[in-house]
Structure formats: structure tokens, C-alpha cells
């Protein structure tokens, strides 16, 4: 049997914003889909101010709208697969919000097909956007944080980096990529007192992944995967996301936080 969680409202919510250490904490998340919205709340909830950035000014209305009026939120309208957009979104977050003390990158796109089906324009757009985005917005989030000492950076990756799943060959590499990537930014940094980590999810339940979990026998054959018998939602992906920004966290780097119910394990 298939089990769900059907009421997220029960899952615990980060409100010790005390004891996370983020009050205050300027924050920079680029991705507004159901994770990024997510961890969006979750930064709020911990005192945090936040930047959000998409390309998709209709998302950044409807999760500014459920943050609500007063709400420490400002929106920006960007595409970061455009040269230069990571640097100008960075530019723009330190003067609105004063400075950066956090990035979390959760642009990303797949496109399930076999490899043999793919031209060089699709890979190339798949990569762009999930690897290059992440190169581009890191990269201008490090140098502020490098020349100030301090900061966090985390990249949403997923099991599909490490999984050689059939029909994810863009995505697994993109992910991959962003994987190795991460350890280079980690490697180099760490002595300016930045660490920059990755977060990896199995299957989680979002907007973005509902039309495929829906064709038949797709959910239950991932569940089958799981050893927890049952899929992610994106709550449960926003802890693991806080810790790794907070100051609890500042002798962690390097590492890739497999959020997956023990899909990796099997």
C-alpha cells in the first residue's frame, strides 16, 4: 500500500528562530516552485529576510500573496540562465536587502526521454538551466561572501546525481555536475568562512511533480524504491535547508544531504 502525507499542517515548523540563529540573516533564495516556496516560509518563519527570484512573475505574486502583507519578502522578476543575471540578482539583493548572509538556489527543469532522443539544443537548455544558473548566482554570492568572510550557499541537487535513473540523462548529469561543483566552491572557500553544501531529494510531492506522479503506476512504482514506503513533501526538505544556513552548521561543508525516505540506500 501507497502511504501519503495528506495533511502537512502536522509536520513541524521551524519557529525558534532564537535557537536556528537566522533572525535577522539576509537571505537569497533563486526558484519559487514548491521546494524554493517552501523554504521561502520556512526563512520567514526564522526571522530571516528574503529575496526571492524567478522568471515567473505569476509565482512570485502567488508566494508573496501567502506570505502576506509586512511579510520581510521582496520579489525580483529574472531569468538567471541569462548571462550576467546572477551577478545583477546578487547586485540587487545586497542593495534591498542590505547585504547577503545566505544563497539557496532551486531553479531547475527535467525532461524524462531516453538519451537517444535528445538533441544538442535540449540537453544544452536542461543544463543551462539547472547547472549553469547555480555556476552563475554562486559565483556572485561568493565573491561578496568570500571578501566578507562569511556565508552560506546551498544548492537544491537530487538523488538523480548519484542514481543512474533511465530517461533523467540531462537532469542526472546537470545534477551531477552541480554536485562536483559544490565540493570546488566548498574546497576553495571554506577558509574564508563560507561553506556551500547541497541538498539532495528523492521524489517529493510538488506542483512540478504531480502530473507525472498521476500517470498510471508511476507512484507506486518510486514508492517501491523508498524505504520508507511513501514519498517527500517539501516541509520536510526546509529543516535539513535551515540547519545547513545556520550557524550550527558552520563546520559542514562539502556535503551532499540526501533527503530521500533511504531511497539511495537500496
Given at each position: 500500500?501507497?502511504?501519503?502525507?495528506?495533511?502537512?499542517?502536522?509536520l513541524?515548523?521551524?519557529?525558534?528562530?532564537?535557537?536556528?540563529?537566522?533572525?535577522?540573516?539576509?537571505?537569497?533564495?533563486?526558484?519559487?516552485?514548491?521546494?524554493?516556496?517552501?523554504?521561502?516560509?520556512?526563512?520567514?518563519?526564522?526571522?530571516?529576510?528574503?529575496?526571492?527570484?524567478?522568471?515567473?512573475?505569476?509565482?512570485?505574486?502567488?508566494?508573496?500573496?501567502?506570505?502576506?502583507?509586512?511579510?520581510?519578502l521582496?520579489?525580483?522578476?529574472?531569468?538567471?540562465?541569462?548571462?550576467?543575471?546572477?551577478?545583477?540578482?546578487?547586485?540587487a539583493?545586497?542593495?534591498?536587502?542590505?547585504?547577503?548572509?545566505v544563497?539557496?538556489?532551486?531553479?531547475?527543469?527535467?525532461?524524462?526521454?531516453?538519451?537517444?532522443d535528445?538533441?544538442?539544443?535540449e540537453?544544452?537548455?536542461?543544463i543551462?538551466?539547472?547547472?549553469?544558473?547555480?555556476f552563475?548566482?554562486?559565483?556572485?554570492?561568493?565573491?561578496?561572501?568570500?571578501?566578507?568572510?562569511?556565508?552560506?550557499?546551498?544548492?537544491l541537487?537530487?538523488?538523480?546525481?548519484l542514481?543512474?535513473?533511465?530517461?533523467?540523462?540531462?537532469?542526472?548529469?546537470?545534477?551531477?555536475?552541480?554536485?562536483?561543483?559544490?565540493r570546488?566552491?566548498?574546497?576553495?572557500?571554506?577558509?574564508?568562512g563560507?561553506?556551500?553544501?547541497?541538498?539532495?531529494?528523492?521524489?517529493?510531492?510538488?506542483?512540478?511533480?504531480?502530473?507525472?506522479?498521476?500517470?498510471p503506476?508511476?507512484?507506486?512504482?518510486?514508492?517501491?524504491?523508498?524505504?520508507?514506503?511513501?514519498?517527500?513533501?517539501?516541509?520536510?526538505?526546509?529543516g535539513?535547508?535551515?540547519?545547513?544556513?545556520?550557524?550550527h552548521?558552520?563546520?559542514?561543508?562539502?556535503?551532499?544531504?540526501?533527503?530521500?525516505?533511504?531511497?539511495?540506500?537500496?
Open positions: 500500500m501507497v502511504q501519503t502525507i495528506d495533511d502537512t499542517s502536522s513541524p515548523r521551524p519557529t525558534n528562530a532564537e535557537w536556528l540563529g537566522l533572525d535577522g540573516a539576509r537571505v537569497l533564495v533563486a526558484g519559487s516552485g514548491g521546494i524554493g516556496e517552501a523554504c521561502v516560509h520556512g526563512f520567514l518563519q526564522a526571522g530571516a529576510s528574503v529575496m526571492l527570484v524567478d522568471r515567473d512573475q505569476s509565482r512570485l505574486d502567488t508566494v508573496a500573496a501567502d506570505a502576506g502583507e509586512g511579510a520581510a521582496r520579489t525580483m522578476q529574472a531569468d538567471l540562465t541569462d548571462a550576467g543575471a546572477g551577478s545583477s540578482v546578487v547586485d539583493t545586497l542593495t534591498q536587502l542590505g547585504g547577503l548572509d544563497l539557496l538556489h532551486c531553479v531547475g527543469m527535467n525532461d524524462r526521454r531516453p538519451v537517444l535528445f538533441s544538442e539544443d540537453w544544452d537548455r536542461i543551462r538551466t539547472n547547472l549553469s544558473s547555480a552563475g548566482v554562486a559565483q556572485a554570492a561568493g565573491r561578496h561572501m568570500v571578501a566578507q568572510q562569511r556565508g552560506r550557499i546551498i544548492m541537487s537530487s538523488v538523480s546525481g542514481l543512474a535513473h533511465k530517461n533523467h540523462a540531462p537532469y542526472a548529469a546537470s545534477k551531477g555536475g552541480m554536485n562536483q561543483m559544490m570546488v566552491m566548498a574546497a576553495e572557500w571554506a577558509s574564508s563560507v561553506t556551500v553544501n547541497a541538498i539532495a531529494p528523492g521524489y517529493i510531492e510538488t506542483p512540478l511533480t504531480a502530473d507525472y506522479l498521476a500517470k503506476g508511476i507512484r507506486d512504482g518510486l514508492v517501491a524504491l523508498v524505504p520508507a514506503g511513501r514519498l517527500g513533501v517539501p516541509d520536510e526538505v526546509v535539513p535547508i535551515l540547519f545547513l544556513a545556520s550557524p552548521a558552520q563546520f559542514l561543508t562539502g556535503h551532499v544531504m540526501y533527503i530521500d525516505g533511504g531511497r539511495t540506500l537500496v
